[in-house]
């Protein structure tokens, strides 16, 4: 606390650029001296073996948080080393001896006793099965980008696991070393304890902070139970984990721009972004904290008028190269390997181009008959990104026409099978046994659904969610037709090597379907039907006349004609660029379908607002007396003291801030610069992390609040450390705060042990105790809200 | 629009070193004005002043009023709020997601034209002449307020300190504005919205200039009058919270400023400010907006409409409530069950669903079970638990608790299963299930009764219900759909998979052989009392989220994003013999030319914020200054009318937009006037004791400024009067002539073909 008369000798808070320069300089200064005079025996100085950030974190240590007292007369406290060799052997070596030990610790509590649970547990059975089919080839398709699935399949290959299980959900394992796999994933979840040790170092936290907010990471029930499952949630949350150090590391390079050091850490925060993103999507909330710093960095380079030009600009090259060209690489070359790797068909074949389909090993399109003609069975594939197969069942749209429903879907069934016949009765050629017409440009047919015998038919009634446009249904069949069961076949283009000749080729020739009497293209914009369509893709007849949109252009996928022969050999090559693009745009379409479906009672799914406070817990697997039973639960003590420090931060600046309006600084401008900017990107971090999923609308769950529960567990340490770190605090109370603060954690821990252990036995009579809050679902099997 | 008094002092000749230093000491003597007045503007020009105001708003009521008695039918929304005025005049209790003043102001008149509230306003299209309306007065209005928006307009752009041009040219596009013009001229509330939105912005723009003489009586008025119009403006429509925002913002700003020990003001005195504020701009609007709910349920006494929607303990203090006829159901009653929404009976009897529909499905043929409109034995159902042994007769069924029903004439237990209904697939065919059969589909005969509302014990008449299929998750539903001649075009009764659907809700009539004798007669009379506070927490709850329940789709509702750019219209009303319509569309050119200068906004504002951080000031201070605190308020006014749109989960519709379009077209004025005008006029602000008078600066306005405004002005009355038919709905545009005017291709016109 400063008093008046201190005020009138300190410098007002001035623009920033004047703020960084006075701050730097002397901060240099000291810097340099230090090295310089106490380097050999002091462990602030320059000490060769020890890692660069390590390095920079205890020249820093010496300038901050002291260094205002310095100024002051305050004497930074000398580290006195005991006589006791092995004691100052600790205090010597103690930045390698503490992350070291709770990483030890950390590998303990993932590892042990991880086969507890000889069962496919809760997501196990998407994941592991996601992995299989890496092990087997086989293509598959799945809304989450491919690497933490590689990673899986990788964990099963070293533990010579074939890929024939099919990790049905609560099947038991064979012998296939899924106690391998899953400390392959509990590994991810480990390093997450010294990584949130480090990140703490980075952020300026005392020694004691950084141990906490690392003891807080290690004990929180929630992160060890995620971990010990074959999930990606373990790969995500050190993915996101690693990000925030490389970006808090860089951050302390900034004073020397363009240093070996720099460069090393602005790439490596490229690299960890690319990982994130290419394990799941949620990565990019911590790419956008990385963006939003890059923001603020350059928009303070631009305030700094002695910077040369050219090097602002190189400032914003470097950013442009390591921050988006490396992600960006990082992301592709995951789905590159993921197409190496996949080489035969599989499950998720439908959603890709018909070409992609083709060139898979143990796909038959290539025996298809190469011309198609009328008489012929055909699926028929939309080639917008992300697009579907036509399709059509029997259930009938509940408005509009209320005809029967046609749609776009991505998996093939017997639905999709269409048979293109002659547009009116009387064209039908009399001699059923003549050669078969191919079909050619500007051909009008009609196509009849093979399932329920029903005619594409469009007509001048509002389509139901795109309601400009019109009504694709299927309606009449081969007695009742009428012209609006009419459509013209116009080729777009040929994408093998035969000449364009205006003839109908399966899989290789793009053409519209123009609808003869309202001129109307047949169109599959990636547009989800409500739960009535299942959320398949909406057709329409679009008036607009985009003939060179994607979604209106369409290609003969499989195709049967008894009457052609078999086509020959692979013309067909698809581009990479092409299916990358494809396979992103029908994750995204898929994601976009998973909306909370009112229809179905989701016991596991939770709201937003119900995570800061933990209202709710998940149960991983079946609840029965004999099962070893997992419940995902945070620590109480760590969410609850995460989510209150939020508040208490919000408050602290708030007070701050008035007070320095009125000149009033209860905290020199170097300390309030640091609290400021890691406050920064903690709740930013947080925010980022946690808002997204109130506005969206999929469905969500408990373990989306996860990375941003890694924000505030560290802030929850930060604000701690600020209020006892200081002058004012006298060591005793500072110690009994901490005292308190580890017990409390470790102790919460210690109780909740069974609930990630696995509970044994009846949960109703063991676990009574661990109800602490009335909605939480370990012993009764209630689920509060579901009505309202 | 907050700035600090002493840096308006400084001196404007010479350009300061450093603009961005707040430190006025080397202020000295020789800055003393030459000439000290106490207004920048002569008399002359305040004349001219009053001449085109009164010229503009003469115009805007003769906008307003044009042939306001046409058409003479009920006209969009029309429907809602014509009818709440009824009901006020009435007294019958009714329920709307608004507050409640601007259809108590609309009552008010139709109380003071003698209109006696008989009319329903039931459909689009119902002539009021035939029904003796006195539509034209309660139409007046809006009409009025609508037209009073201009002079507010313009003299809230005088009073922030722009030219007589800069003023003038808002106020026009304010005038000729169609969706302002449709909208205002109709019985809605969406005049009155904007009306008071403009006072509370005129009265704040007045508080802000009296900053430098504060706790006098002129700043407190306006405050007060600031604080008036703000709770005013929020009891037309929450909409009104947006406004709050808008001024709480510039207040917390004005109030940061203040606080800073540059100011020199002790804590003490900058406590005093706040108070003042906390009590003219925070308790004042609460008491007032509490104010109007309390006239609400002073007026509306009886029951009525809105009953439905109100909690049991409310309604029992409305006049004629039939909660108190409720008795409370026990096991073995026979009891009636009917459908809240369509008012039909749950009913069945000896007809079975046919074995094969029309479209090939296939039913279970089991006994029909439909919705029936009419009193009839076969409506009768006799409750049990769900226990064999341990039947509960005569214990009362509570909340939750699982019963099953007995069909009593024909002796079988009401059943749902997993088989489609006969018109609608996704949903459960319900039928019955005789008792002479053996028990083994008892699971399909279990529900579970779950109260909405009345209480946790089912109490006829009082306790809405949902019957919720216990094997299979599923609500008994029913909807307004007839079966075919099989079902004698009943209602089809089905199980319904959402479960959440407010259409869901049951409630039972009567007891049979109890009703009679149960009811104490006496004790219906009676009227219970409830305090106003709870009455007001209550209707305030619902209407929150009612409003955000109105997710619904509607034909003609619209994205925010679509409005600025008026991507979507809406039909307001037709006449189909004469082939006129109404389509409430903005002025699309005035619109497109407001969004380029809200681009142009964003544009300047953010080249000034780069160079300044280079260390260059491109724009003279009292330019900049004026750019950011007034043409910056409004912008703001803009942004907090229309971006907060993005996150309402309801159905939007495009006069949502109407506030902020307002805000528009006072950025426009004003960006048109920051190009073509030089300099700006001030100072403008009251001066107080402790301001040192300072040198008047004026605008220079070129003839380009006002070419390029007659310009502007031109190119809007074209499109308003091109547009015009659509707006007043007063003569039918041909084919062609519509096709003309689709300027966009999502404009769906009526009679286009």
Redesign the interface.
Request: zero cysteines.
């Given at each position: 606390m400063y008093t008046s008369e201190n005020i009138k000798r300190r410098n007002p808070v001035g623009?920033s650029t004047t703020r960084d320069q006075s701050l730097q300089q002397p901060q240099d200064d000291h810097h340099h001296s230090n090295s310089q005079n106490r380097a050999s025996a002091d462990p602030y100085g320059q000490n060769p073996l020890k890692p660069a950030f390590q390095q920079q974190q205890h020249q820093q240590a010496g300038g901050y948080g002291y260094r205002d007292h310095y100024q002051f007369g305050y004497a930074p406290p000398r580290k006195e080393y005991s006589a006791n060799k092995y004691i100052r052997f600790y205090q010597e070596n103690d930045y390698i001896l503490i992350p070291t030990l709770l990483t030890l610790v950390s590998f303990w509590t993932r590892f042990r006793d991880i086969k507890s649970s000889d069962i496919v547990v809760w997501d196990e059975a998407h994941f592991g099965k996601f992995g299989s089919y890496y092990i087997k080839g086989e293509f598959y398709f799945d809304v989450h980008p491919p690497l933490g699935k590689m990673l899986v399949g990788l964990s099963g290959a070293l533990a010579g696991y074939d890929g024939s299980f099919g990790f049905d959900s609560g099947a038991k394992y064979p012998d296939i070393g899924y106690g391998f796999m899953r400390i392959f994933n509990a590994f991810f979840g480990a390093i997450m304890v010294p990584l949130a040790y480090w990140t703490s170092q980075e952020l300026r936290m005392s020694q004691t902070a950084c141990i906490f907010a690392a003891v807080l990471v290690l004990f929180d029930n929630a992160y060890l139970t995620i971990s010990r499952f074959i999930l990606l949630d373990s790969m995500l949350l050190a993915a996101t984990c690693f990000v925030f150090f490389c970006l808090t590391r860089f951050r302390n390079e900034r004073h020397d721009p363009f240093s070996l050091d720099w460069w090393l850490w602005l790439a490596m925060t490229g690299v960890a972004i690319g990982l994130v993103s290419s394990i799941k999507w949620v990565g990019l909330f911590v790419t956008a904290l990385v963006g939003l710093n890059t923001i603020e960095e350059l928009?303070d380079l631009?305030?700094d008028?002695s910077l040369p030009k050219t090097t602002y600009i190189k400032h914003w090259a470097a950013r442009a190269a390591c921050l988006i060209a490396l992600p960006f690489s990082v992301y592709v070359a995951s789905f590159a390997l993921h197409f190496a790797i996949l080489r035969n068909s599989g499950p998720g074949d439908a959603q890709m181009s018909s070409l992609f389909q083709a060139s898979l090993n143990g796909n038959d399109f290539r025996s298809n008959p190469l011309y198609v003609a009328y008489g012929s069975k055909v699926s028929i594939k939309n080639t917008g990104y992300g697009g579907g197969l036509l399709h059509s069942h029997?259930?009938?749209f509940?408005e509009g026409s209320r005809q029967q429903q046609v749609t776009c879907y991505h998996h093939k069934d017997n639905n999709n099978n269409w048979i293109i016949k002659h547009a009116k009765r009387e064209e039908v050629p009399e001699d059923a046994g003549s050669a078969p017409r191919i079909l050619r440009d500007g051909d009008l047919v009609r196509l009849g659904h093979e399932q329920t015998n029903r005619s594409l038919h469009s007509h001048p009634i509002k389509a139901p969610v795109t309601?400009?446009q019109w009504e694709v249904s299927g309606y009449g069949d081969d007695s009742t037709n009428d012209a609006n069961d009419e459509w013209v076949i116009e080729i777009v283009d040929e994408n093998s090597r035969h000449p364009k000749d205006g003839q109908l080729r399966s899989l290789s020739t793009t053409f519209r379907l123009r609808h003869r009497v309202l001129g109307c293209l047949l169109t599959a914009e990636n547009v989800n039907l409500p739960?009535?369509g299942f959320r398949q893709i909406e057709v329409t007849c679009d008036t607009?006349n985009r003939t060179n949109s994607p979604h209106s252009i369409w290609n003969v996928e499989q195709h049967w004609n008894d009457k052609l022969p078999a086509g020959e050999g692979n013309l067909y090559k698809s581009k990479f660029w092409k299916d990358f693009w494809h396979l992103n745009v029908a994750m995204m379409t898929s994601n976009n379908a998973l909306i909370p479906d009112?229809?179905k009672?989701d016991v596991l799914a939770s709201n937003p607002s119900q995570w800061p406070l933990l209202a709710v817990g998940l149960r991983m697997c079946g609840w029965g007396d004999d099962a070893v039973k997992f419940y995902l639960l945070g620590n109480p003590i760590a969410w609850w003291g995460g989510t209150l420090s939020l508040g208490v931060f919000a408050l602290t600046v708030f007070y701050y801030i008035?007070r320095r309006?009125?000149?009033f600084q209860d905290v020199s401008p170097m300390e309030w610069e640091q609290f400021l900017a890691a406050g920064k990107l903690l709740v930013g971090g947080w925010f980022l992390h946690y808002i997204p999923f109130c506005?969206m609308g999929r469905v969500t769950y408990l373990h989306h609040y996860f990375p941003a529960l890694y924000f505030s567990l560290l802030l929850f340490s930060f604000v701690i450390d600020h209020f006892v770190n200081r002058p004012a605090v006298s060591s005793k109370v500072r110690n009994v705060v901490w005292g308190v603060a580890f017990a409390a954690v470790t102790f919460t821990f210690l109780f909740f042990w069974d609930v990630s252990y696995g509970i044994r036995g009846p949960a109703a009579e063991t676990m009574k105790s661990r109800q602490w809050r009335g909605a939480w679902n370990i012993i009764d099997d209630h689920k509060p809200n579901t009505?309202? | 629009m907050a700035t600090g008094s002493e840096s308006s002092l400084r001196q404007r000749s010479t350009v300061p070193k450093h603009p961005?230093s707040r430190d006025d000491s080397n202020n000295t003597a020789e800055d003393a004005p030459k000439n000290v007045i106490k207004s920048v503007f002569t008399s002359a020009e305040k004349t001219n002043s009053l001449i085109a105001l009164a010229g503009l708003t003469a115009v805007a009521i003769f906008v307003r009023f044009y042939k306001i008695n046409e058409p003479d039918e009920v006209v969009f929304d029309e429907v809602h709020f014509g009818k709440f005025a009824s009901y006020y005049l009435r007294g019958s209790y009714f329920f709307d997601v608004h507050p409640p003043l601007a259809k108590m102001m609309l009552a008010a008149m139709g109380y003071v034209i003698g209109y006696d509230g008989h009319f329903l306003f039931d459909n689009i299209g119902d002539k009021y002449n035939d029904n003796n309306v006195p539509y034209i007065g309660l139409r007046a209005l809006p009409a009025f307020l609508g037209a009073m928006t201009v002079p507010l307009v313009y003299m809230t752009m005088r009073e922030a300190g722009f030219p007589i041009l800069t003023c003038a040219l808002a106020a026009f596009f304010v005038i000729f504005d169609n969706m302002l013009v449709t909208q205002t001229r109709l019985i809605l509330l969406d005049s009155m919205l904007v009306f008071f939105m403009m006072c509370s912005i005129y009265s704040y723009v007045r508080f802000y200039k009296t900053r430098n003489n504060p706790f006098s009586l002129k700043w407190w008025s306006w405050m007060i009058a600031t604080g008036v119009s703000i709770a005013m403006t929020t009891s037309v429509k929450m909409v009104g919270l947006f406004t709050v925002a808008t001024i709480g913002v510039a207040v917390i700003w004005d109030l940061?400023e203040l606080?800073?020990?540059r100011r020199r003001l002790t804590?003490q005195q900058f406590m005093n400010h706040f108070y003042a504020r906390a009590i003219g701009l925070i308790l004042v609007p609460v008491v007032i907006y509490l104010f109007w709910f309390y006239v609400h349920f002073a007026i509306l006494v009886n029951s009525g409409p809105g009953d439905d929607f109100m909690s049991t303990e409310f309604q029992e203090t409305l006049k004629g409530n039939t909660m108190a006829d409720g008795i409370y159901v026990k096991y073995g009653d026979n009891i009636t069950i009917r459908h809240k929404d369509t008012s039909v009976y749950l009913h069945s009897h000896y007809h079975n669903y046919p074995l094969r529909y029309d479209?090939g499905r296939i039913s279970s043929a089991g006994q029909q079970v439909t919705g029936y409109s009419h009193e009839d034995p076969n409506n009768l159902w006799q409750i049990y638990s769900d226990s064999v042994e341990n039947t509960k007769f005569g214990k009362q069924v509570k909340d939750k608790d699982v019963i099953r029903l007995l069909h009593v004439t024909t002796s079988s237990w009401l059943l749902a299963h997993d088989v489609a209904s006969p018109t609608?697939?996704?949903n459960e065919e319900i039928t019955t299930y005789s008792t002479n059969e053996d028990g083994s589909r008892f699971n399909e005969t279990t529900f579970q009764i779950?109260l909405e509302s009345g209480g946790d014990k089912l109490r006829t008449m009082a306790s809405n219900f949902?019957l919720l299929h216990q094997a299979t998750?599923v609500a008994i539903w029913t909807h307004p759909q007839k079966l075919p001649d099989w079902g004698f075009e009943q209602q089809e009764v089905n199980g319904n998979?959402?479960?959440?659907q407010k259409s869901n809700l049951w409630l039972s009539d009567l007891i049979e052989g109890k009703n009679a004798s149960e009811i104490d007669q006496e004790s219906s009379k009676a009227v219970k009392k409830r305090s106003f506070i709870l009455k007001f927490l209550e209707l305030q709850g619902k209407m929150i989220s009612h409003n955000a329940g109105l997710t619904d789709s509607h034909?003609y509702q619209s994205l925010p994003i679509e409005w600025p750019f008026l991507a979507k219209g809406i039909s307001f009303w037709t006449e189909n013999d004469t082939r006129k319509q109404i389509y409430l569309v903005g002025n699309p050119l005035g619109m497109w030319i407001a969004v380029a200068s809200l681009a142009c906004i964003i544009g300047v504002s953010g080249a000034d914020l780069?160079s300044r951080?280079?260390?260059f000031y491109p724009l003279n201070q009292d330019v900049q200054k004026r750019f950011y605190y007034a043409t910056g308020f409004f912008f703001i006014g803009w942004v907090f009318h229309y971006m907060p749109f993005f996150?309402m989960g309801r159905a939007l519709f495009l006069h949502h937009y109407m506030p902020a379009l307002v805000f528009s077209y006072m950025v426009l004025a004003a960006v048109h006037g920051f190009i073509f005008i030089e300099g700006v006029d001030g100072p403008i602000s009251d001066p107080g004791p402790e301001t040192r008078p300072r040198q008047v600066q004026r605008a220079v306005v070129p003839v380009v400024a006002y070419a390029t405004g007659i310009i502007l002005m031109a190119i809007h009355l074209g499109s308003f009067l091109f547009f015009a038919p659509l707006s007043y709905g007063t003569s039918a545009i041909s084919v062609a002539g519509l096709a003309r005017r689709k300027f966009l291709?999502?404009w769906d016109f009526h009679f286009a073909k």
């Open positions: 623009s928009w631009f305030g008028l029997v259930q009938t509940p309601s400009a739960q009535w607009r009112p229809d009672e008035v309006q009125r000149k506005i009505f309202i | 961005q940061w606080l800073d020990i804590m479209d609608m697939t996704t779950i949902k998750k998979k959402n479960i959440v034909p780069l951080r280079r260390g996150l291709p999502q």
